[in-house]
């Protein structure tokens, strides 16, 4: 059983004086994944979320020219609901990633209501979102 879901995007500076936009989507699982799922060694993740992290915006499709890219590291800090436990995942997400290259973070985050929080380690506007893990 999952949930799939999208973020709204987070507007960040970046290296120096750089303006950047990272966006992520995701799916709230209850798993096992087998192990040819290989991303991360995600292998056996149950009752977790998988988050997509895209750089950037871009303006004619996933092989046009892509506007407000930054190096950043994303940061995503979740809270189970009912069950109290947190935790932080960060995720490096380079400039130099097409439109169509994701990074992949797994929070292990036991089944329940979480709150995600998604920032980065720069000054940033976060974005938060509740999903139902099963």
């Known amino acids: 059983m999952s949930e799939s879901f999208h973020m709204a995007p987070v507007f960040t500076l970046g290296d ?6 990272i ?19 995600a292998a056996g993740a149950v009752h977790s979320v998988e988050l997509q992290i895209l750089q950037g915006f871009p303006v004619l499709g996933e092989w046009g020219p892509i506007l407000l890219r930054c190096d950043v590291t994303a940061v995503m800090d979740w809270h189970n609901l009912d069950t109290g436990e947190r935790g932080t995942e960060t995720r490096f997400v380079p400039a ?3 439109s169509f290259t994701r990074e992949y973070v797994y929070m292990n985050t036991g089944p329940g209501r979480v709150h995600i929080t998604m920032r980065t380690d720069h000054p940033s506007i976060p974005v938060t979102m509740d999903v139902v893990v099963p």
């Open 16 to 21: 120096g004086i750089c303006g950047g936009m």
């Open 96 to 98: 130099s990633n097409r």
């Open 23 to 41: 966006s992520a989507g995701g799916t709230a699982f209850d798993g096992p994944l087998d192990e040819t799922y290989h991303v991360y060694g």
